[in-house]
């Protein structure tokens, strides 16, 4: 099968369906003539015209104003915030109007929309276009929230939201756009809401991490093979909804749990996750559940401090050894 | 008067503006009661707005409303029954007993909500005029918000982006003079909302937001201009709410000579001696529409006090589109 970068591979997500479906529209800043600050729209803009690929004003409530009063008159409005660190000036648009609109009606409102944008550390980016905020989203009811680590998975995940008919907030891992490649079907497929992947099937230890970590966490599990601990990398996929069942299945066979995030760990998404093992698993758990996150402190701009607030490969066979105690294999 | 209107017209605004004024009223007793719950802010003394507005609208046109919205709501063809029993927390209300008086919506007459967010509603506005334009049709949405909203940066990007990609919408400011308790002249620099039209190059007028045939007029004009592609407009209203910004509100801010002045400008006793003038109506016409409009008031009311709660598991309705999920 051919290969496609990230980028790639949710560019072609979004051109399929444009093609397949004229209420799909894109709007955002610099989604157009530039293609995106990523590239992840690029030729759209050539493709399907500037009434279907909107530059917007740099003006984010009005970006997600937009999404909201479009879909309710019976758009797909694909709307990007360049990097969620903007949503602070625009989250009234979300959190009150896009997520709500449907309860408080009673049901009446249907407002298929999604939101792309990129979160997360590694392009020296600083605080104000760096952090990950998956778990405020995780935190509004009726919102979807969507956090893929692979082409494979970004390419279905972002066709199923376009499908949805709910407000999805679609986060992409900006560390991902360029460095991941990988096999990515031609034809349009769906990937379920709330399933997760099992990226490595392994049976000593249950590694759940989410995007640039389930990259992290593979290469650790490769390197743990080697001394003979068997890891399995499970994959969320969707934070709402979330498939508590695959990691409750996954745990009661390892017995041990490590959940590694980019975000922080305080009240971040590594939390929920946890709670719900410790609920559903707990007679299952061997050792304690530990968390590799971020620090918590803002994202640092010098690259050695941005290195070190990335959770490292290190860090997550420390956190395996830790849970595996006495029992690592000789 | 550029042109001339249907006595029929003119009696459905008459009508219209009585069943919001009766309306309003007897929910501010029902409040006083202890029949209603949470915060309900009325809008008697500000009819002539929606009404000469919504006057124009057709089907398939939109409104985005405020938290003191049940005029809009009523204007644009809202059910009495559903919207009492709303307020009353009932499951046959509009929003199913969810929403409350500052949620109510009827996305089938085109009415995209009132809104608990000051402000809240113009990108939202912009947005239903984005997807009419999309769609080709020749609808268009009209915005209603307060003077104290227009202070809101969303009030900004929503007449930034109307007017730089013309869309339809027509932002009426109701400029009744207080943010909550702040008047107009301690939180903004202008006396003219409407001058704000100027920093986005699309019309601004001031009009007597007590004169429902100058708010008719007034957003005639806008709303000719929007079907015809040309862009936004922004239209104020003076006029004034008669009650606190929430029942209950003691007002200490304003005094009561002012509230005196504008009572002497009801909308309603004026129209009606317009109407008179033009024989469209009598007395005893008057007479005859107030007492059919009470009974529809007292209908809602006893069809909400007959409705029943919300069964306790619909708590978990509706919350996406196509049934809830996993979490």
Redesign the interface.
């Known amino acids: 099968m051919r290969t496609l970068t990230f980028a790639n591979a949710l560019n072609e997500a979004l051109r399929q369906e444009m093609r397949r479906n004229p209420k799909v529209y894109i709007a955002g800043e610099d989604v157009g003539l530039y293609g995106g600050i990523y590239g992840v729209t690029a030729g759209l803009f050539a493709e399907f015209g500037e009434d279907r690929v909107k530059d917007t004003p740099i003006s984010e409530s009005a970006i997600i104003g937009m999404a909201v009063g479009s879909s309710a008159a019976g758009l797909i409005p694909v709307v990007e915030i360049m990097f969620v660190d903007f949503i602070g000036v625009c989250m009234d648009q979300l959190l009150n109007q896009a997520a709500k609109m449907k309860y408080m009606f009673g049901g009446k409102a249907k407002l298929p929309m999604v939101l792309r944008t990129t979160q997360g550390a590694g392009h020296g980016a600083a605080a104000q276009h760096s952090q990950c905020l998956e778990s405020w989203f995780m935190h509004v009811p009726g919102l979807k929230v969507v956090v893929p680590s692979t082409p494979y998975d970004a390419k279905g995940l972002l066709t199923t939201a376009m499908r949805d008919g709910n407000p999805v907030v679609f986060l992409e891992h900006k560390y991902l756009y360029g460095t991941i490649e990988g096999e990515v079907p031609e034809e349009q497929y769906e990937i379920p809401f709330g399933k997760a992947d099992i990226k490595r099937q392994g049976k000593d230890v249950t590694v759940v991490a989410t995007m640039h970590m389930v990259h992290k966490a593979l290469a650790a599990a490769e390197l743990l093979a080697k001394d003979g601990v068997s890891v399995e990398v499970v994959d969320p996929r969707t934070l709402t909804p979330f498939d508590e069942d695959t990691i409750i299945e996954s745990v009661k066979k390892t017995h041990r749990l490590v959940v590694v995030t980019e975000e922080v760990a305080h009240a971040g998404s590594s939390a929920e996750i946890a709670a719900r093992v410790a609920d559903k698993a707990f007679d299952y758990l061997d050792a304690g559940i530990k968390r590799v996150t971020a620090p918590f402190t803002p994202v640092p701009f010098s690259p050695v401090l941005e290195q070190e607030f990335i959770p490292s490969e290190a860090k997550i066979i420390e956190a395996i050894h830790e849970v595996l105690g006495k029992a690592v294999p000789a | 008067m550029t042109e001339k209107i249907e006595n029929e017209k003119l009696l459905a605004m008459y009508k219209s503006m009585v069943t919001i004024r009766l309306f309003e009223t007897r929910v501010s007793e029902l409040f006083a009661a202890g029949k209603l719950p949470g915060f309900i802010h009325l809008y008697i003394g500000e009819e002539a707005v929606a009404t000469g507005v919504c006057a124009h609208l057709k089907g398939q046109d ?1 409104i ?1 409303s405020t938290h003191r919205g049940h005029g809009h709501l009523i204007a644009k063809g809202g059910d009495l029954n559903m919207m009492m029993a709303e307020l009353y927390g009932k499951r046959t ?7 409350g008086s500052m ?1 109510i ?4 007459l085109g009415i ?2 009132a ?3 000051v402000g ?1 509603g ?11 334009k ?2 080709g049709g020749d609808g268009v ?1 009209a915005c209603f918000f307060g003077d104290a909203a227009s202070n809101q ?2 009030f900004h ?2 007449l ?2 109307a007017s ?1 990609w013309k869309l339809p919408v027509i932002f009426v400011c109701e400029n009744n003079l207080y943010g909550i308790s702040v008047s107009q002249a301690r939180h903004q620099n202008i006396s003219d909302v409407a001058d704000r039209a100027n920093a986005y190059d699309i019309p601004g007028v001031v009009v007597d937001g007590n004169d429902v045939m100058a708010v008719y007029e007034a957003a005639g004009e806008a709303i000719k201009r929007a079907r015809a592609g040309k862009g936004p407009s922004l239209i104020e209203c003076k006029t004034y709410r008669w009650r606190g910004h929430f029942e209950g509100d003691p007002t200490p801010y304003r005094p009561k000579s002012e509230v005196d002045a504008w009572m002497k400008k009801d909308p309603i006793p004026r129209f009606e001696v317009a109407l008179k003038e033009m024989g469209v109506v009598t007395d005893e016409g008057i007479a005859a529409i107030k007492k059919e409009i009470s009974e529809k008031v007292e209908a809602a009311v006893k069809f909400s006090e007959e409705s029943a709660w919300p069964a306790l598991q619909e708590i978990l ?6 049934g809830s ?3």
């Open positions: 939109y985005t209300g509009y929003c199913k007993g969810k929403g949620h919506a009827d996305v089938d995209l909500g809104n608990g967010i809240g113009p990108p939202i506005a912009a947005g239903a005029a984005f997807g009419i999309y769609q949405v940066g969303t990007e929503g930034n982006l730089v309705d509706d919350v996406y589109t196509g999920v996993a979490v």
